[in-house]
């Protein structure tokens, strides 16, 4: 089992800068792949970027590039969203999921398993 633990989530204004943490511990000795997800009420939830268990190799949605980064300290633990220039359609609730293995996915259903999640808004 992992559990996952997110935090760094609140209310910020357009153009704002937000750091999401995911802490992940239990059964996390082997090599994973961490991804973020964000959903909003009455919509699936929604690929934000994917990191490799390396951290050599990051990948995102169209949607994000350029402004979202994700990166990773393999010896807390630990992975990252740093969020900059956020729109107000970045509001959600952003999820980290833990996939057991090298490679990243950037379907929700690849995932083993996930936090319980961390609200965002940006107000406008």
């Known amino acids: 089992q992992v559990q996952l633990v997110e935090s760094g989530g609140g209310l910020v204004q357009t153009g704002g800068s937000l750091r999401l943490s995911c802490a992940a511990s239990?059964?996390?000795?082997?090599?994973?792949?961490m991804g973020w997800f964000r959903q909003v009420p009455g919509k699936e939830r929604e690929f934000v970027g994917a990191?490799?268990?390396?951290?050599?190799?990051?990948y995102y949605a169209d949607s994000v590039k350029g402004r979202f980064t994700i990166s990773r300290d393999n010896a807390k633990n630990t992975v990252y969203l740093q969020m900059n220039s956020l729109k107000p359609e970045d509001t959600a609730v952003y999820y980290c999921?833990?996939?057991?293995?090298?490679?990243?996915?950037?379907?929700?259903?690849?995932?083993?398993?996930w936090g319980q999640g961390t609200q965002v808004t940006v107000s406008s």
């Open positions: 990191i490799t268990w390396s951290g050599g190799i990051t």
């Open positions: 999921a833990f996939k057991a293995g090298v490679y990243y996915y950037t379907r929700a259903l690849r995932y083993d398993y």
């Open positions: 239990g059964r996390t000795f082997s090599s994973h792949a």
